[in-house]
């Protein structure tokens, strides 16, 4: 079974900078895909970032220029650099693996951690 520990959250400024962090326990197989998604109050749970093996990257068009996403693969871990933040950004972020093997799709989240950002 795979869990998946965030951690980076918390409170800023308007245009100030955080960092989240996301390490997976137990087996991923070579073929995955990490990402971050968030889920302001009232709103979809939404993809913000994500990063495949290989280190493609996509992004949502709000975030992109402001956010970076990467990964290292031998700690099993994504991270999410997050500057220039806006109110807008506030939310609750998940991390997300997908991994495949032959034609069987595994799906794990974290828990969540809070990013509030002050005007």
């Known amino acids: 079974q795979v869990q998946l520990v965030e951690s980076g959250g918390g409170l800023v400024q308007a245009g100030g900078a955080l960092r989240l962090s996301c390490t997976a326990s137990g087996r991923i197989f070579s073929d995955n895909t990490m990402a971050w998604y968030r889920q302001a109050p009232g709103k979809q749970r939404i993809l913000v970032a994500d990063?495949?093996?290989?280190?493609?990257?996509n992004y949502a068009d709000s975030v992109k220029g402001r956010f970076t996403i990467s990964r290292d693969n031998a700690k099993k871990s994504v991270y999410l650099q997050m500057n220039s933040l806006k109110p807008e950004d506030t939310a609750v972020y998940y991390c997300?693996?997908?991994?495949?093997?032959?034609?069987?799709?595994?799906?794990?989240w974290g828990q969540g951690t809070q990013v509030t950002v002050s005007s």
């Open positions: 990063i495949a093996t290989g280190g493609s990257t």
């Open positions: 997300n693996v997908v991994t495949r093997r032959l034609v069987f799709r595994y799906d794990y």
